[in-house]
């Protein structure tokens, strides 16, 4: 399974970022995928996630202003974030899972200016 992130960048507070995923090497419908983030000195922490039903969850600091969704057709998964903030500022990563088995991307940098 090979994930690759993408679509990070240096953008200003309000403005808007799409990250995608993009999944090969497996049945990509099949499989979850989960956005999560790690800020500089902080933990990494879930942020979303889509299964391939394609029922959605969300953290709450993220509700209403994220929002997942994937191609099954693109094998790719995307992340469009809306009305940023400072403290979304973080390496995101994408997670692709399948039951017991599973695979991280590398991570793509957000920077979120004030």
């Known amino acids: 399974v090979r994930v690759v992130e993408s679509g990070g960048g240096l953008v200003q507070a309000g403005d808007s970022l799409r990250l995608s995923c993009a999944v090969s090497?497996?049945?990509?419908?099949?499989?979850?995928i989960t956005w999560f983030r790690q800020a500089p000195g902080k933990e990494r922490e879930f942020v979303a996630t889509?299964?391939?039903?394609?029922?959605?969850y969300y953290h709450d600091s993220v509700k209403g202003r994220f929002t997942i969704s994937r191609d099954n057709d693109e094998n790719t998964a995307y992340l469009q974030m809306d009305s940023l903030k400072p403290e979304d500022t973080a390496v995101y990563y994408c997670?692709?899972?399948?039951?017991?088995?599973?695979?991280w991307g590398r991570g793509t940098q957000v920077t979120v200016s004030r």
């Open positions: 090497g497996v049945t990509f419908s099949k499989w979850g």
């Open positions: 997670n692709a899972r399948l039951s017991s088995e599973q695979s």
């Open positions: 889509i299964y391939s039903s394609g029922s959605t």
